[in-house]
């Protein structure tokens, strides 16, 4: 998990002008740790990255992942995408297409890429989605909603799928609070898997 750690750390405190969301979550099955960084620098590249430390209850297991990506735009909001998803089971580098706009209230990222899973020894098919909305109420606070839509397939399968829900309000300070949902999936039948919980977070 320290190689995993690492790297997230090193990229918080390099981003003192880049956007970066931390949440904590707890939940009925287990407590996570999100972290987000996103950073454009004043050329035509851009550099995203998603980490989540996790504790599964029944298990007493630990969990880390790290998913980045560096981003070379080729149109207003279109790119070409180049990444990788690290967690304890495998390494899968990625290249593919980005698609990165912010307009008022919503957000999105969006990376579809060709994977290639170490472990597996085969190539797959990524997709990793990141929305959120957060109109204002009023002069203090906005409502706050975030869905993470993260999937993997080999070329024959599906491999496992991961929807992270937060909604909730932001206050004028981007404190964030309020409830939540991890839901996964797993293996060409969708076994399912659900959570619910609560969250705080905050952007700086």
């Not at 599906?158 to 309000?169: A, D, E, P, T």
């Amino acid at each position: 998990m320290k190689k995993i750690v690492f790297p997230v750390a090193f990229l918080f405190s390099y981003g003192a002008t880049a956007q970066i969301s931390v949440q904590g979550y707890a939940g009925i099955k287990e407590t996570e740790v999100l972290g987000i960084f996103d950073k454009d620098f004043k050329t035509k590249w851009n550099y995203f990255a998603s980490g989540t430390v996790s504790y599964e209850y029944e298990s007493k297991k630990w969990n880390a992942e790290l998913y980045q990506n560096l981003n070379y735009y080729i149109g207003r909001n279109w790119g070409i995408s180049g990444g990788v998803h690290v967690s304890a089971e495998d390494v899968m580098p990625s290249l593919g297409f980005s698609f990165i706009k912010e307009k008022g209230d919503f957000g999105i990222n969006l990376y579809p890429a060709l994977t290639y899973s170490f472990d597996g020894k085969e190539m797959g098919f990524g997709l990793y989605t990141l929305m959120e909305y957060t109109p204002r109420i009023n002069e203090r606070f906005s409502l706050y909603s975030m869905l993470i839509i993260d999937s993997d397939f080999s070329l024959k399968e599906h491999q496992m799928s991961n929807q992270v829900i937060r909604l909730g309000i932001e206050t004028q300070k981007k404190m964030q609070f309020g409830i939540g949902s991890t839901v996964s999936q797993t293996g060409n039948n969708f076994e399912t898997t659900i959570d619910f919980g609560i969250f705080i977070g905050k952007k700086f």
